[in-house]
């Protein structure tokens, strides 16, 4: 892996950092404190910043260092900096409401989701709609059996966009679907970021594991300058960190 000197890695979170929506292990929560020692870090992902301070976060032991941590939670719809000894949301770009009511209407439709049921599968992340194929309350097991080869989702998709030509949408996690206003996504995110942190593209590498057609990783691969590395999960993200590192 040849990178010239980034100023910024960017990371994925879900089986990227971590397998989906399980904390970060000690062994990446020591490296990706080396790697601040060298460069500024941000991490985008479709989930709600809870997750983040939940899943990496918490388990991170350089605080001091945070100055130079970026966090993009909802596929980048907003963007957290840390200042003055705590997180600050920079931006939000909210889901006008009828726009949410129209996405969750067309899910449950879809989806045969009962009235009663909406937010067990359904999840209003302000910026974001979230479908989760099994509910919020799934083991991963069930999650990782559920999906893996992605037709369920691929052919879910197939059969709502027609009703939601506002949106985007996009494969996230093992077993769940994020739907945003068309136009907000992860390039979107990240060139915000570059815009606030006086950074370019050429500067910035991207790792993530959800690059292939229709992932929520792929419209990264728009923003031209921008070194991409493709990762198989969480162990193989720490080896490019080594690499990273030694730079």
């Known amino acids: 892996m040849q990178i010239k000197n980034p100023k910024i890695a960017i990371f994925d979170l879900d089986n990227t950092l971590s397998e989906s929506r399980?904390?970060?292990?000690?062994?990446?929560?020591?490296?990706?404190?080396?790697?601040?020692d060298k460069m500024s870090v941000a991490v985008i992902s479709g989930a709600s910043f809870s997750y983040f301070d939940k899943q990496l976060l918490s388990q991170l032991s350089c605080m001091e260092k945070f100055d130079r941590l970026f966090i993009l939670p909802t596929?980048?719809?907003?963007?957290?900096?840390?200042?003055?000894?705590?997180w600050n949301m920079i931006y939000k770009d909210s889901m006008p409401d009828d726009l949410k009511k129209k996405a969750t209407d067309?899910?449950?439709?879809?989806?045969?989701?009962?009235?009663?049921?909406?937010?067990?599968?359904?999840?209003?992340?302000?910026?974001?709609?979230?479908?989760?194929?099994?509910?919020?309350?799934?083991?991963?097991e069930e999650k990782k059996k559920y999906d893996p080869d992605q037709l369920k989702r691929r052919k879910f998709i197939s059969e709502i966009k027609d009703l939601l030509p506002e949106f985007s949408l996009r494969i996230g996690g093992t077993s769940s679907i994020d739907i945003t206003v068309?136009?907000?996504?992860?390039?979107?995110?990240?060139k915000r970021l570059f815009s606030f942190v006086g950074i370019n593209s050429q500067d910035a590498v991207f790792i993530g594991d959800a690059l292939?057609?229709?992932?929520?990783?792929?419209?990264?691969?728009n923003i031209e300058g921008?070194?991409?590395?493709?990762?198989?999960?969480?162990?193989?993200?720490?080896?490019?960190?080594?690499?990273?590192?030694?730079?």
Not at 22 to 36: G, H
Not at 182 to 190: N, P, R
Not at 233 to 241: A, L, V
């Open 22 to 36: 399980s904390r970060i292990d000690a062994e990446m929560a020591e490296l990706i404190c080396a790697l601040l």
């Open 75 to 86: 596929s980048g719809a907003e963007l957290w900096a840390h200042k003055e000894n705590r």
């Open 106 to 140: 067309a899910v449950a439709s879809v989806a045969g989701i009962k009235a009663e049921d909406r937010k067990k599968y359904i999840d209003d992340r302000g910026t974001q709609i979230t479908y989760a194929g099994l509910g919020a309350d799934a083991s991963m």
């Open 182 to 190: 068309k136009g907000v996504d992860k390039s979107f995110g990240i």
């Open 212 to 221: 292939y057609e229709g992932g929520n990783d792929e419209s990264v691969k």
């Open 226 to 247: 921008v070194r991409i590395i493709e990762t198989s999960g969480p162990e193989h993200t720490k080896n490019i960190i080594r690499e990273l590192v030694k730079i």
